[in-house]
């Protein structure tokens, strides 16, 4: 996370009721993308000029629920950007599980991406390292990535995990980056093993994908007068003036009416220097939302001179089985004349910018769109991938519909990664039409047996000089197979080329 203090350097019915669909009441909690995409620990930072959000991703959407059980699901990081917290722009995954060769598990935790040095752009993702069979939240350690763009696409830079100097991998998760009064970049990060509750700080190498120093651990606040446990994880550190902020989460359990409610909050606590001791007295900074069962997490950072909180809610729609989606929500965050931050309660938090306005555009020229973040489909379903991934496995006839697609002055290429594991597949093709299903064919595809459905092959054909401003946009499946195989060929992502 940047320091507060100091920040470095039918054209038709679809739009109308996608219109419709992210204009929501003014009465509800403002969220980023409401009733569509799941999103969640958010951090933020100003980057030319544009409010810039990175998020993980519970899988997937509102019209996708895949189960999460002990946030196995996450595997991607998207970006979002907006200049007046009404209208946001989808950047798409900016990082996926399957960007680190060396990671072999299935979920891909809390960061931060976008931030800026060297004259590029870093990214620090921790990954699950042990097996996705075990049932638990696992251990994790901790890559570093690259990009020419906050939008990405982010690349590992070294050949596994960050290292401590002493050359062991690194293990933690929620890394993000501060900067002391010097502007010198410092690493904060909770453990990596989830059943422990420690906060450690290093500072960074100039170069950023290298400790200049042994870990060492933060003095943090470990249980409340009634006995429940105050730092649990997501450290966040940035300084206000001469003071010192250290956010974090905390759970509290039911233990009587002299105590805290039960649920999840973010805490902080004020010191007067960046190594604390951050030892009281705890403050409440988010309290629960909805049945307080679900995480609240935080990221905090300045845009345009004033301070902003992003935080992800519970989805509640949800079964029991389908657990662990959020959604996020950006508010003012105030700060008292005595230097403590106004609290913030979910279900009474207007948000940033207009109460009860929220528009997204999805950028075509992301550099990866998922083929399972559809908004509507048809003879279309999902099926795991790799590391984490999904796919979705289209039959003859089928779609994927995804609304609002900015495609700007004009798209010159289409790039789809496919696989199918169907031998008997002839004449199949995707086919890219505008606003409708039967709508303008812009761009098209032929597409052959690759022998499984996990051996992905990357294919690429021109699009129409037609395709440009907004559309919704639909992929359309054709071919030929067995009576036998209801399914042609499967799709993991998209994207578009500008001209």
């Known amino acids: 996370m940047a320091q507060i203090g100091n920040l470095p350097g039918m054209r038709s019915c679809f739009c109308v009721l996608a219109i419709v669909f992210t204009a929501i009441a003014a009465n509800a909690q403002k969220l980023v993308t409401p009733g569509y995409l799941f999103n969640s620990d958010p951090t933020c930072h100003q980057i030319n000029g544009q409010f810039y959000l990175f998020t993980t991703q519970d899988p997937f959407t509102t019209q996708l629920i895949l189960p999460n059980e002990f946030y196995k699901g996450m595997f991607a990081y998207h970006a979002l950007s907006t200049s007046d917290f009404d209208h946001w722009v989808d950047h798409g995954s900016v990082l996926t599980g399957r960007d680190a060769a060396w990671n072999s598990g299935g979920a891909l935790w809390d960061g931060d991406a976008g931030i800026f040095a060297n004259g590029q752009y870093y990214a620090y993702a921790p990954f699950r390292v042990n097996s996705a069979s075990e049932a638990n939240y696992g251990t994790y350690d901790i890559g570093v990535f690259v990009a020419k763009s906050p939008i990405g696409p982010y690349a590992p830079i070294n050949a596994g995990p960050l290292q401590e100097p002493d050359g062991t991998p690194l293990e933690g998760l929620s890394p993000s980056v501060t900067y002391n009064d010097t502007e010198t970049p410092f690493l904060i990060w909770g453990s990596g093993d989830t059943s422990k509750h420690e906060v450690m700080l290093a500072q960074l190498k100039p170069d950023m994908t290298h400790l200049a120093e042994m870990p060492r651990r933060l003095l943090v606040p470990k249980n409340d007068a009634c006995g429940n446990l105050e730092y649990f994880e997501s450290p966040m550190l940035f ?192 086919e890219v039409h505008l606003d409708n299903p039967a709508g303008a064919l812009v761009s098209k595809v032929a597409i052959t047996s690759t022998g499984s459905a996990t051996n992905y092959r990357l294919l690429a054909s021109p699009v129409a000089s037609t395709a440009k401003g907004v559309h919704d946009m639909c992929l359309v499946a054709h071919g030929d197979a067995s009576p036998q195989a209801r399914r042609l060929f499967n799709l993991t992502w998209f994207a578009f080329s500008p001209r």
């Open 239 to 430: 300084h206000i003036e001469s003071k010192w902020y250290l956010t974090f989460v905390a759970y509290k359990e039911d233990r009587g009416p002299q105590c805290d409610a039960k649920g999840s909050y973010v805490d902080y606590v004020i010191a007067d220097n960046m190594d604390g001791p951050f030892d009281g007295p705890v403050h409440h900074l988010v309290y629960p939302a909805g049945k307080g069962e679900e995480s609240v997490q935080q990221g905090v950072c300045s845009y345009r001179g004033k301070m902003y909180l992003a935080y992800h809610v519970p989805y509640e729609n949800l079964a029991a089985h389908y657990d662990h989606h959020r959604q996020v929500a950006v508010t003012y965050l105030g700060i008292e004349p005595d230097g403590s931050l106004q609290p913030v309660y979910p279900g009474k938090d207007a948000g940033a910018g207009t109460p009860g306005v929220s528009h997204l555009t999805l950028d075509a020229f992301a550099p990866r769109r998922e083929a399972a973040e559809f908004h509507s489909r048809l003879n279309a379903s999902a099926e795991k991938g790799l590391s984490g991934e999904y796919q979705m496995k289209m039959g003859d006839g089928g779609y994927l519909c995804f609304h609002g697609m900015d495609f700007g002055q004009g798209a010159a290429a289409f790039r789809v990664e496919v696989s199918s594991e169907n031998a008997s597949l002839q004449n199949a093709v995707l």
